[in-house]
């Protein structure tokens, strides 16, 4: 899925570019550049090239230190790996707050959170003159009293000459993938909360609402500042989404104002874009609570529910050497086989899996007959006296087949891992529950509940509530009766107490569409290829033909979800229907560059705008069965779409929440 504005570069893209130009000391990599800075103490909201400072690279790289904090780890463990640290010239990363040896001759790079703790820590650091120089750059914006505390604090160390560069970097956000980002949670005391929890809690105060919605908008205005645009603001009325428009066009106002005229605004490079400018659609994560509980098919959303996955590192568990070891394995944009299949059906991941193996295959063969070894892994084999062109070819494909024999044998094992889960579970038959969830009734629900006998309780209660929120005329009994069932399989029935009492307040979610039929198709000969992988890890009895035997091999059926069929009738009026209108019709209207501010208004039938590129952001956290939807959608591949069109659609989220901890939070309201 595409996801970036009309300015040319996705979300990752400009991320990137301004975390390259952090590492090469604040020197632009480019012409242009989306983060701001202050140089020497004092504010400057531009990043002008800093004088006398080599680029990276080449004879002229400067070798640094890298400090971090926790939030700016999870940023750079997201985006950068060691190597590209190694690349831009820093020699160790450290954390800020333990104890790092004196390197006087060093210049260091700080990259923290702008809180007072992390303020006190630099400012003991630039007084002991721990590094060379001190190049500081801030997560978000650093606060007016902060940044007036730092200079205090600086100048009574008497070693002030030792700043050379303080910088806001708007990069308080994770890009997971080119079409979805996150978030960071709050860095300050007590531990963070997840915003749905936060903005959902009765007994929360105005004052800790009033800052959960600061906190959003101030991330939503660094992806915006990131990428330099100015959105245009749609969201609905009388929700938290609402009061996250309604500041964060304040900002962007205010940023506006202050910087007419002047280079250093941070979106000066959107100003010839005029109707292309992409729309930001904020929305309520009660708009649709069924995605944050679902079970999917896709093999992102598959992962993200049933493995351990966290910053795009999943963990699994692997044969080797005769017994099963604990593995962990990045998936991110450089992964070649999980860019290509995130968004797949899993069944078309299986095949896929099958194919690249082949593919694998052949050209080691190639390699093994142009060149005499027997094993592409070991080199030393190679007969230097044979032809020179074949050895040239053969160096030149070694690395690159040993990488992707790399990352095929960690996607086999995490397919294992899957299939062991969807057959133990029976995942396969609660996503065709699900999938036509708004034809059952309750006697087919405790069917499918008697027939998942292994699935865990959450499954179970995950699949009753996807039912009470999808049919609005389940009677009292029927409920009671699945409660009971639930209450035996040892459910926590917490949750499903508080979407009983939310729905009892508000409108029932929409019911999903039906799936329209079902598409079967098989996995191939992708159980055989599996099935030898784990006998030469040595594990027995453990083949592939027994994990995938039971498992229904189906395709999802083509619809869209709530969240999509409201962009859809946003982005594109005129194919959209008279109820979905209805709806996107009386959502408010921000545009921060207006001259006058409009203080929200509705769109209506006449002011209607089609448009091609969005960022849809949820205020309660984010799904990956929305962001899999979305993805089809805008690629065309989704009923309603109209052929020939180019959408390009960023989904993000105050938080990626699992299904079980989206269960925790709702139990935690109860």
Known sequence: MHMAPSSARTLRDAQLQALHSLL??????????????????????????????????????????????????????????VQDLREGGVTLHLQLHSDRPQLADVPAIYFVAPTLDNIKRIAADVSAGLYESFHLNFTSSLPRNLLEELAALVAAGGREDLVAQVYDQYLDFLVLSPSLFSLLPNPTPPAPRPAYAVLNDPRATEQVIED?????????????????????????????????????????????????????????????????????????????????????????????????????????????????????????????????????????????????????????????????????????????????????????????????????????????????????????????????????????????LREVKDATPEDKLRLVIIFYLSVPDLSRADLAELEAFLKDAGADLRPLEYVKNFTAQAAAAPAQAGPGGELFRGFSSIGNRLTDRLREGGIGGVGLDNLISGVKNFLPAKKELPVTRLLSSIMDPSSASTAALQESDDYLTFDPRQSRPTGGKRAGGNERQTHSDAIVFVVGGASLVEHANLAEWASGGAAGVREGLRRTVTYGGTELLSPSEFLGVLGGLA
């Open 212 to 448: 959960e919605v600061d906190r959003i908008a101030r991330g939503l205005f660094s992806a915006v500042a990131t990428l330099g645009v100015v959105p245009i603001i749609r969201s609905p009325r009388g929700n938290a989404a609402e009061m996250v428009a309604r500041k964060l066009d304040a900002r962007l106002r205010d940023h506006l104002l202050s910087s007419r005229g002047s280079s250093a605004s941070l979106f000066s490079s959107d100003a010839g874009l005029g109707l292309q400018r992409p729309v930001l659609v904020l929305l309520d994560r009660n708009i649709d609570l069924v995605p944050m509980l679902s079970h999917s098919w896709t093999y992102q959303a598959l992962v993200g529910d049933v493995l351990d996955m966290k910053l795009n590192r999943v963990t699994v568990e692997a044969p080797e050497s005769g017994k099963l070891t604990k593995r962990a394995y990045d998936l991110d944009a450089r992964d070649f086989f999980w860019a290509k299949n995130a968004a797949n059906p899993f069944p078309h991941v299986a095949e896929d899996i099958d194919a690249e193996l082949n593919r694998y295959k052949s050209d080691a063969a190639d390699i093994t007959r142009s060149t005499g070894v027997s094993d592409v892994n070991d080199i030393s084999q190679i007969d230097f006296s044979s032809n020179a062109a074949h050895l040239k070819n053969a160096i030149t494909a070694l690395p690159e087949l040993t990488a992707r024999k790399q990352t095929l044998d960690a996607h086999m094992n995490i397919a294992t891992s899957l299939l062991q889960a969807i057959k133990t579970r029976g995942l396969d038959t609660l996503f065709q529950a699900e999938e036509g969830i708004s034809k059952q009734n309750k006697a087919q629900i405790l069917e499918t």
């Open 24 to 81: 090469n000391l604040n020197s632009p990599l480019s012409a242009s550049s989306s983060s701001s800075s202050t140089s020497a103490l004092t504010p400057a909201p531009s990043r002008p090239q800093t004088p006398g400072l080599p680029p990276v690279g080449g004879e002229g790289l400067v070798w640094k230190v890298l400090i971090l904090d926790g939030q700016s780890k999870d940023v750079m463990a997201t985006s950068l790996k």
